[in-house]
């Protein structure tokens, strides 16, 4: 062979050294790229709601995962769907409402109310979970209302159950596989449970997190949630919260301006009616003044009539006595008269003796 072919092996051997080393480097770079263009789609829509969804290409996104990525995302490579978060965060509700440490002194009813009144849209269902988790606040409900809060009672298992069965069921005409339109729809399902279940129970022996005390945005839950649903499903979640959040205050203002407007009603009611009480008490005390002053008019005349009276029982007891007195004399004349009578009796007959004794001896003489 000749001096000029050996070079051309030299060459072709360089080349194809070279070449391998620019491919080596360009596979390395490549790798490198869908790595960070596979975190970014993690990072925008999460991880895969279930193991069937695909990506554009047709392939299962689960297979695109690496064990390095999750374990950036979620700190551990257990978890690869968001169907399984899901079950997890059920899994740690189910044990916090067991647990009877976990808001201490509460009731598991009453852990179930709390967990329902985070995804209550209308301020009646808020305040009859709200009467639920405070028994105090039941003082003030009406009968029918203290009748719907234990039927409440007896429902919640079955709504805290249905949090997590309803973004896992399918609508009745749903394709299979699934559209990517259906897939977006449970991931938003899926970001809302997530979303407001965040932080809402503390893990038995979980220290306060400094940094969601500041802002409960850079909480490891949240950031955790962030990770699984990604960016765009939960920001649809917190859009559509503060939708929900602004629909209740027009309730609530609306609730406000109608107990505002029974209140005016019952309070002029009431002040109308006082006016009225006021009036009629103004009456019976002028008539309570006139009866008054005639009752005291009429004890002045009773007690005038009791001194005449006895002024006149004095008199008729002196005349009494000076009756008596003339009655006692009066007695003794009659005694006299009586005696006196006697002797003129005795008298009288006397003088007839000595009258007939006289004839007598007149007769006599001649």
Request: aromatic share 6%.
């Amino acid at each position: 062979m000749s001096l000029l072919g050996k070079l051309l092996i030299i060459l072709n051997f360089l080349a194809m050294a070279g070449f391998l080393a620019l491919g080596v480097m360009d596979y390395g770079k490549r790798q490198t790229w869908a790595h960070a263009v596979l975190r970014y789609d993690v990072a925008i829509h999460g991880i895969p709601v279930d193991e069937k969804e695909t990506d554009l290409q047709g392939q299962t996104r689960v297979e695109n995962l690496t064990s390095t990525l999750l374990k950036e995302a979620l700190g551990s490579d257990s978890i690869k769907t968001q169907e399984q978060e899901l079950q997890r965060a059920k899994q740690q509700l189910q044990a916090a409402i067991d647990n009877p440490e976990v808001f201490k002194p509460w009731t598991a009813t009453q852990k179930q109310a709390y967990v329902m009144l985070q995804f209550a849209r209308t301020i009646p269902e808020r305040f009859l979970l709200s009467a639920v988790c405070y028994p105090q606040q039941a003082d003030v409900l009406t009968k029918e209302e203290k009748d719907q809060l234990e039927k409440l009672k007896t429902e919640l298992p079955a709504q805290v159950n249905g949090i997590f069965e309803n973004p896992l069921q399918l609508p009745e005409k749903a394709r299979k596989p699934l559209t990517a339109l259906e897939y977006d729809h449970r991931r938003r399902a899926i970001a809302h449970v997530l979303v407001t279940l965040v932080d809402l129970f503390p893990e038995p022996g979980q220290q306060p997190d400094p940094e969601a005390q500041k802002d409960p945005l850079a909480s490891k839950g949240f950031r955790r949630v962030l990770a699984v649903c990604g960016v765009k499903a939960v920001a649809q979640e917190l859009d559509a919260s503060g939708r929900v959040l602004q629909e209740m205050s027009y309730q609530l203002m609306s609730l406000v301006d109608q107990e505002r407007l029974a209140f005016a009603d019952l309070h002029e009611t009431r002040i109308n009616r006082v006016y009225d009480e006021s009036q009629q008490v103004a009456r019976l005390q002028g008539v309570l003044q006139l009866v008054t002053t005639q009752a005291q008019i009429e004890e002045a005349r009773a007690k005038e009539q009791e001194k005449k009276v006895a002024e006149l029982t004095m008199a008729w007891n002196k005349a009494q006595d000076a009756t008596d007195e003339q009655l006692k004399t009066l007695s003794a004349l009659q005694d006299r008269l009586f005696k006196t009578r006697l002797q003129v009796r005795d008298a009288n007959r006397i003088n007839q003796q000595l009258e007939r004794e006289i004839r007598a001896l007149e007769k006599k003489q001649p």
